[in-house]
C-alpha cells in the first residue's frame, strides 16, 4: 500500500505516528513530502493535497470532529451553522501554548466520550455536544434528521451528559422522526408553541403526503429553498394545492425565508384561517329579472390558499365552475414564489 493510499484510509490526513504503525518508513514520509505527493500541513502531521481543512485539523489537535462539523459531515441540516471546526478532545487534556496551534479555528469540547485516532465521535455524541453551541431548537432539529434517517435512537438521549436536563427533556417531548427537513421540524415546533394542533406527513387519499396538518383542516405546505428554481414543482404544487381545497381543506404554502427569517408568523397566519368563517360547499346566489318565475341560479364554490405575508384572498370559477376549473382557473399570483 502507498503512502497516499494509506492517508486515503485515515481520512486523508494522519499524524506520523499513525503512519508508521501502518508500516510507513520515516525516509518514505521525506521523500513523498519532497516530490509532492503529500503535504505537511503541520510538525508531525501528513496530508494528501486537497483534504479538508477540518480532517487537518483534527490531526493537528490529536482530536475528533463532533458537534454541528460531525452532524454536517453526516449530511445533517444546520439550522445556525458555524464557522469554527468543532472538535472533541479528551477530558482533562490541555491546549498546546499559543501560536504552536491554530486554536483560532477550532472550538474545543471537552469529552470522556472522545475517541483517540477516530476522525469523528459517534452521531448521539456529536448532537449532545452541540447544546454548548447551538439553540435547543437548531439541536432539535438535528436530532430529528438523526432519526429520521435511522443514525440513533430516541432512547440515544438517555446517554447524553452534556447537555443539560431540563434541555434533553424538551428535546424527548418535542422530537419526531417523521420530521422530512429543516422546514418541518422550525414549523411543527412554532405551531405547538401556539398552542396548535400538528400531525407531520399526513397522507390524503388521492392527494399524497402533505408535510403539516394544523388542527385537522389547514394543510401546511413548506417550500424549500429549490422552490424557485423548479418551475415543475412550482406547477405541481399548484394542483395539489387545488385538490386540497376540492377536498375542503384551507391550504398554507410558506416559503424557506418566511419559515427562517420570521417563523412567529406561522402561527399567527394559521390561526387567522382557523378563525376566519368557514366556506361552504356552495353558494347559492340568485339573479332575480323582471318576470320572479324567470330567475335564475349561479354556484360559486370557493375556497382560500394563502402565502405568507400575503393576506387571505379568495377565487371563484367562473361560468359555475369550481375553483381550477378550465372555466376559472385559480390565479398563481395569488400565491407568492
Not at 398552542?195 to 387519499?205: A, F, N, T
Request: positive net charge.
Amino acid at each position: 500500500m502507498t503512502i497516499t493510499q494509506t492517508l486515503a484510509k485515515l481520512g486523508g490526513a494522519a499524524r506520523r505516528e499513525q503512519l508508521l504503525a501502518h508500516g510507513v518508513r520515516r525516509w518514505e514520509l521525506t521523500a513523498a513530502v519532497r516530490g509532492g505527493q503529500i503535504e505537511r500541513p503541520h510538525r508531525g502531521v501528513y496530508a494528501i493535497p486537497g483534504t479538508p481543512r477540518r480532517v487537518v485539523l483534527a490531526r493537528i489537535f490529536r482530536a475528533s470532529l463532533t458537534g454541528v462539523t460531525a452532524c454536517d459531515d453526516l449530511g445533517l441540516p444546520l439550522l445556525e451553522p458555524s464557522g469554527l471546526i468543532h472538535l472533541s478532545v479528551d477530558s482533562g487534556r490541555g491546549m498546546a501554548r499559543p501560536g504552536v496551534r491554530p486554536v483560532g479555528e477550532v472550538c474545543i469540547h471537552h469529552s470522556q466520550h472522545a475517541h483517540r485516532g477516530m476522525l469523528w465521535v459517534e452521531l448521539w455524541v456529536a448532537i449532545d455536544q452541540a447544546s454548548t453551541c447551538v439553540s435547543r431548537l437548531a439541536q432539535l432539529v438535528l436530532l430529528d434528521a438523526a432519526l429520521q434517517k435511522g443514525l440513533m435512537t430516541i432512547g440515544d438521549l438517555d446517554r447524553f451528559t452534556v447537555t443539560p436536563l431540563l434541555r434533553r427533556r424538551w428535546l424527548a417531548a418535542n422530537c419526531d422522526r417523521r420530521a422530512e427537513s429543516l422546514l418541518e421540524t422550525v414549523a411543527r415546533c412554532e405551531f405547538r408553541s401556539a398552542g396548535l394542533r400538528v400531525e407531520p406527513q399526513v397522507r390524503i387519499p388521492g392527494v399524497g403526503r402533505i408535510d403539516l396538518m394544523v388542527e385537522g383542516s389547514i394543510a401546511v405546505e413548506l417550500d424549500g429553498r429549490e422552490y424557485h428554481d423548479n418551475p415543475r414543482a412550482f406547477a405541481r404544487d399548484r394542483r395539489r394545492d387545488r385538490l386540497l381545497q376540492a377536498l375542503g381543506y384551507r391550504v398554507a404554502r410558506f416559503t424557506y425565508g418566511e419559515v427562517i427569517a420570521t417563523p412567529e408568523v406561522l402561527g399567527a397566519s394559521v390561526q387567522g384561517l382557523l378563525k376566519a368563517p368557514p366556506f361552504p360547499p356552495a353558494v347559492r346566489t340568485v339573479h332575480g329579472t323582471d318576470d320572479a318565475h324567470e330567475s335564475r341560479h349561479r354556484e360559486i364554490r370557493v375556497s382560500t390558499v394563502i402565502s405568507v405575508p400575503s393576506t387571505v384572498r379568495t377565487a371563484g370559477g367562473k361560468g359555475g365552475g369550481t375553483v381550477g376549473g378550465e372555466g376559472g382557473g385559480f390565479d398563481g399570483g395569488l400565491l407568492s414564489a
